[in-house]
């Protein structure tokens, strides 16, 4: 063990006690037991040994005692003193490293402001300056200035389109029009190229999943802005950076425009996205005018390093566990929920209104937290160089976990994305493993600190509800990042290097995911974790198509709806052509070719109820010679 570092008795810190027991004369004489060691049947005198301190009140309990083997007993007894941990108990205080050099900003402190009045008249500086600081940034970042013929630019999100997926455009995409001649000023924020999609998004006969979603673009990188065009149902901040308009790193603000229908998109790789390509056409189609780029930037890095200036001067000069948590608990989840990674809204007001109200109850979580963990580790705390590398850092790389751990594969945790994403099952292993390797080195600690039976319990509460939660009927348990820390903070609540390394991280990963997700539910409905998945539901059966020159006829009346449905869809060309239901006869479908001459297209068929489509079937090719090529088995989106 470190010399710096120690489980160490002294009257300052040792929570261990000698018992005594009183002879007939009154005075006191040494026991061997302890109290806590005869709640656990655990006796010096080798006669009381197999007996149990309730044994003479319940008989029954000491016949059930003697029947178990002594082997077991013994073994039980074992675990039991072990559990338990060395008596006396000793308690976890570290010895700052350097320690002249670690505490001198407090003695500059005490020396320059030597009465409380005057550290409360500083700290509220302090408090005022950040603010002033940070909010004439924050300002300059959130609101642009306007595109000259074009008005103040609407704030958009990573994942904004022209047009819906599957056939929420209606038929004809009449819903998403108009399709030409129509422009808009946009801003886009920061760091959209980690935006991915989850799902299968279907493109022709082909498939994205786990990259931005950007169909065509420019078919040479030296061709100049505002030649690419790109498929309207592309990301729209995707594309721009994809186009070079825009910087993934700052976001930015420009004019894109719809032009109509366009054929041919290419596939090519600029600017940290590699784009998709689709060799048919589509009714809508956009570019980004060029000229047009506004002078508007995220500037969430400047933010990040006025936030961290400040956060780490309080660090240092601050020796009380109360200001220094509640101030960074606070100014970190602002930063999180206003710069580093905000929810996708449009309208920034709204965007304060909805920090504001995840706050309160966030705050709430951070007293019981700080009271029960946090205080415990903070408090006589003298290392104040460690404190601000170790607790405040892991807490930084907590709250920015939307760039420090974007780069693990692994999306979520369905069995889906474990399958299909490249490096998820490796990564998970490791990750299952990191988080084993720290539970045994933490559960040692607490186990010197004599405080394991207690944790024990508590964990055990823990373990029962999530099984009854799983229990559960119709529902999925998801453990929430943020339901993840709340689980494992109280294990760090001791003052150790480790469960200050430990304790930053999972608090910060807490102020994140509420400032960006809010309390998420522990229990979820299987349509809530499907987000845009694949239904599961039926698909039609198609039959060989009646192909002529120009046209291509379905028949479904020999395949009708189940009874769940009571129409079919048909998407061509990823555009929804046709919605025929039961009711009205005869179900057929024509179509006479669209394309360019030399394009294939592309069919895909649904059920629906309603206005509700099912899933659709794979994609179906009518190629350019004339021939029919059949989908494959299985569902699209």
């Known amino acids: 063990m470190n010399s710096s570092e120690n489980a160490r008795t002294n009257p300052r810190s040792s929570n261990f006690r000698h018992y005594h027991d009183e002879d007939e004369s009154g005075c006191s004489t040494p026991s061997l037991v302890s109290p806590r060691e005869s709640q656990f049947g655990i006796h010096a005198d080798p006669e009381q040994a197999n007996a149990s301190p309730h044994s003479e009140s319940h008989p029954w309990l000491a016949r059930?005692?003697?029947?178990?083997?002594?082997?077991?007993?013994?073994?039980?007894?074992?675990?039991?003193?072990?559990?338990?941990?060395?008596?006396?108990?000793?308690?976890?205080?570290?010895?700052?490293?350097?320690?002249?050099?670690?505490?001198?900003?407090?003695?500059?402190?005490?020396?320059?402001?030597?009465?409380?009045?005057?550290r409360i008249t500083a700290l509220i500086a302090f408090y005022l300056v950040y603010l002033i600081c940070f909010l004439s940034v924050l300002k300059r970042s959130a609101f642009s200035s306007e595109v000259p013929g074009y008005g103040s630019p609407a704030t958009i999100s990573c994942t904004s389109t022209w047009w819906a997926p599957k056939n929420y455009c209606g038929l004809n995409g009449d819903d998403c029009r108009p399709f030409e001649n129509s422009s808009f000023a946009f801003r886009?924020?920061?760091?959209?190229?980690?935006?991915?999609?989850?799902?299968?998004?279907?493109?022709?006969?082909?498939?994205?999943?786990?990259?931005?979603?950007?169909?065509?673009?420019?078919?040479?990188?030296?061709?100049?802005?505002?030649?690419?065009?790109y498929r309207g149902d592309s990301f729209i901040c995707a594309s721009a950076i994809?186009?070079?308009?825009?910087?993934?790193?700052?976001?930015?603000?420009?004019?894109?425009?719809?032009?109509?229908?366009?054929?041919?998109?290419?596939?090519?790789?600029?600017?940290?996205?590699?784009?998709?390509?689709?060799?048919?056409?589509?009714?809508?189609?956009?570019?980004?005018?060029?000229?047009?780029?506004?002078?508007?930037?995220?500037?969430?890095?400047?933010?990040?390093?006025?936030?961290?200036?400040?956060?780490?001067?309080l660090s240092i000069f601050t020796?009380?566990?109360?200001?220094?948590?509640?101030?960074?608990?606070?100014?970190?989840?602002?930063?999180v929920a206003l710069v580093s990674d905000p929810p996708n809204l449009s309208n920034y007001y709204s965007l304060?209104?909805?920090?504001?109200?995840?706050?309160?109850?966030?705050?709430?979580?951070?007293?019981?937290?700080?009271?029960?963990?946090?205080?415990?580790?903070?408090?006589?705390?003298?290392?104040?160089?460690?404190?601000?590398?170790?607790?405040?850092?892991?807490?930084?790389?907590?709250?920015?976990?939307?760039?420090?751990?974007?780069?693990?594969?692994?999306?979520?945790?369905?069995?889906?994305?474990?399958?299909?994403?490249?490096?998820?099952?490796p990564a998970l292993i490791g990750v299952v493993l990191g988080?084993?390797?720290?539970?045994?080195?933490?559960?040692?600690?607490?186990?010197?600190?004599?405080?394991?039976?207690?944790?024990?319990?508590?964990?055990?509460?823990?373990?029962?509800?999530?099984?009854?939660?799983?229990?559960?009927?119709h529902m999925n348990l998801?453990?929430?990042?943020?339901?993840?820390?709340?689980?494992?903070?109280?294990?760090?609540?001791?003052?150790?290097?480790?469960?200050?390394?430990?304790?930053?991280?999972?608090?910060?990963?807490?102020?994140?995911?509420?400032?960006?997700?809010?309390?998420?539910?522990?229990?979820?409905?299987?349509?809530?974790?499907?987000?845009?998945?694949?239904l599961g539901s039926a698909l039609p059966g198609i039959t060989s198509p009646i192909i002529s020159r120009d046209t291509i006829s379905f028949d479904f009346s020999s395949n009708p709806p189940p009874d769940s449905f009571d129409g079919v869809s048909v998407l061509v060309n990823d555009v929804e052509r046709y919605r025929g239901y039961s009711v009205d006869g005869d179900l057929n479908f024509t179509w006479h070719r669209s394309a360019p001459e030399g394009d294939p297209e592309y069919f895909r068929f649904g059920y629906m109820a309603g206005t509700a489509s099912g899933d659709y079937t794979k994609a179906g090719v009518w190629d350019a010679e004339g021939d029919w090529i059949d989908m494959p088995a299985g569902p699209s989106r």
């Open 188 to 229: 886009c924020p920061g760091n959209c190229l980690r935006t991915h999609v989850l799902n299968p998004h279907a493109v022709g006969s082909g498939e994205v999943i786990y990259q931005p979603l950007v169909i065509g673009g420019a078919r040479n990188a030296d061709d100049t802005i505002g030649t690419g065009v």
């Open 319 to 335: 020796t009380h566990p109360g200001v220094f948590f509640w101030s960074i608990f606070s100014g970190i989840f602002f930063h």
């Open 478 to 534: 998801r453990i929430h990042h943020y339901i993840l820390a709340l689980l494992l903070v109280p294990g760090t609540a001791m003052q150790n290097r480790p469960s200050l390394l430990w304790q930053g991280l999972l608090i910060g990963l807490f102020v994140n995911g509420i400032a960006r997700w809010g309390f998420d539910s522990i229990l979820q409905t299987p349509g809530e974790l499907r987000g845009d998945a694949q």
């Open 242 to 313: 994809h186009a070079g308009f825009i910087s993934n790193a700052e976001g930015g603000c420009g004019v894109v425009s719809i032009v109509g229908e366009a054929a041919d998109f290419p596939s090519t790789k600029q600017h940290g996205i590699e784009s998709t390509a689709f060799d048919s056409n589509f009714p809508l189609a956009m570019k980004f005018e060029p000229g047009t780029r506004a002078k508007c930037e995220d500037l969430r890095w400047p933010l990040l390093v006025i936030s961290l200036i400040f956060t780490c001067i």
């Open 64 to 118: 059930a005692l003697r029947r178990i083997p002594d082997p077991v007993r013994q073994s039980s007894r074992r675990v039991l003193i072990w559990v338990k941990g060395p008596q006396p108990p000793r308690t976890w205080i570290i010895t700052p490293f350097f320690p002249k050099v670690q505490t001198a900003p407090i003695k500059l402190l005490n020396q320059w402001l030597p009465q409380q009045r005057h």
């Open 352 to 425: 304060v209104s909805n920090a504001l109200g995840r706050f309160l109850p966030a705050a709430f979580v951070g007293f019981v937290l700080y009271k029960y963990c946090v205080k415990r580790v903070l408090e006589g705390l003298e290392a104040q160089v460690e404190k601000t590398i170790l607790w405040l850092g892991a807490f930084w790389v907590g709250a920015l976990n939307n760039y420090t751990f974007d780069r693990i594969p692994i999306q979520r945790l369905t069995p889906h994305d474990l399958r299909q994403q490249s490096g998820a099952v």
């Open 435 to 473: 988080i084993l390797v720290i539970a045994i080195g933490q559960a040692w600690a607490i186990r010197v600190e004599g405080r394991m039976p207690r944790y024990l319990a508590v964990y055990g509460i823990f373990v029962l509800s999530l099984l009854m939660l799983v229990a559960v009927p």
